[in-house]
């Protein structure tokens, strides 16, 4: 089954993001409005193509492969900060101008799956082969400081000359091999764990020095069980260790664009799935999550700053509440903490930047009865108090945002259609968006968008 898809932006007006001076929130932003300069559009293609097969060797084997090709080529890009923003609403405006940069992926894998059944249980073997070749080009970027000005007043200056530097260019190679066992016991219980060696190298070439390398190759590993121990109840637990790209720094930082180290996580989760009824899903899980912590030196570098440890309990209720009737809610309840030598001096916060300590979605969707093909579906998140900067003594406020869209499947010259209609943001609150520590955008008011789309 092969796929494509492409996406094109153009006239993406880059709008600042406000850096204020201190610890403090920035003013209230004037929303929709857009103060310049004109010239500074964002334009990109993105492409994704590949394809995806099954063949099905005999009964107990079937081998499955894709192939993935993804390119990202910017043709415009530009970086907007008003840094040391004040309360009287004026702050040092920054332009950061990138010369035209590309990401390009090729990926695949390989999967072969042995299936046995014997009697109540089924027993599932996978052997796998996994690899990727990333390359990007990027930096030489130019920069243009404006001073300082009021931070809503039109700014329309000339469009300068853009004179770019040599670019930086990195290639990421990875493949992995492994092997996992799925086993399932009717009316008893279920069984899983898998093994994998991975081959990770980075290759970093900066303009005039020498060529970086970063590699690692772990073991990586994971286990689950379940058991079946009531009518509607099950009992569940698991244990994952894995190798995480952390990209690169953020723009607004001093070694902007810099290369950031693999790192390796771990997380594990024990749970209980309950039937309340046999439409409805109650699920309860407490999980443990730990990775290293990367954001903001006092430098105002990015870079690891120790390790993050996030405990908490997740809930999750999901089914069939009518006929016509579907309910999806979950809520999230942790303790995210900061550990390191920075912590220990009192220069890092033990709360790690950008995360809240609870967070809650309800998604209820209803199929009209007067209209057949046409169904209603309503959203409410809510999200607590978001740090926001590394000494914590700044947080984005707890808010709740709403959605309503409305879906309706039709036939559209014999083809079958469907037309979503939907408002983000339904009662136009105002919230601030982090866009790294200390670093902010708004929320986007109330949207209305529609899409359409036809099966040939």
Known sequence: MPFWHRAETYDDEKAPSYLPLGS?????????????????????????LGSLATWRAS???TVRAGLFRSTNADHRAFTHLLTNVTPDRSGNRRLIVDPPSKNASTSGELRATRMLAEGPRLH???????GRDRQRRYDGSQSFDYGRMPIDAPFAPPQPTFVFGEQTSDRTRQWTGGAAYDGRWREVGEIGFSLQKTDYRKRLQKPGLP?????????????SAAAYVGRGLAL????????EESGAAPSNALNRNELLPAIRTTQGDIGLRYALTPGIKLVATVFDLRKPYFNFDAGNRYAQLGDVQNRGVEVSLA????????????????????????????RVGERPVGMSRRSAEVNLDWRT??????????????????????DNRVAIPARTLASLSGRYRFQLAERPASLRV????????YGLELRGAGAYDIVNGRLVSAYLSVDY
């Open 319 to 346: 089914g069939r509440i009518t006929p016509r009737l579907n309910l999806v809610a979950g809520a999230v309840l942790s303790r995210p903490r900061a550990t390191g030598e920075g912590v220990r001096l009192g």
């Open 124 to 130: 599932q073997l996978h052997l796998s082969v996994r």
């Open 211 to 223: 060529e970086v390398v970063a590699q690692d190759q772990p073991w990586l590993y994971n286990a």
């Open 422 to 429: 939907a408002v983000s943001n339904l009662f136009d609150s």
């Open 369 to 390: 009865p007067w209209l057949e093909g046409l169904s209603l579906d309503m959203t409410a998140s809510h999200s607590g108090a978001i740090t926001a900067t590394v």
């Open 24 to 48: 403090t929130l920035p003013p209230r932003i004037e929303r929709r409005r857009f103060h310049g300069p004109e010239w500074a559009d964002y334009r990109t293609t993105s492409i994704n």
């Open 59 to 61: 009964a107990d084997w």
């Open 236 to 243: 569940f637990g698991s244990f994952t260790r894995g190798l």
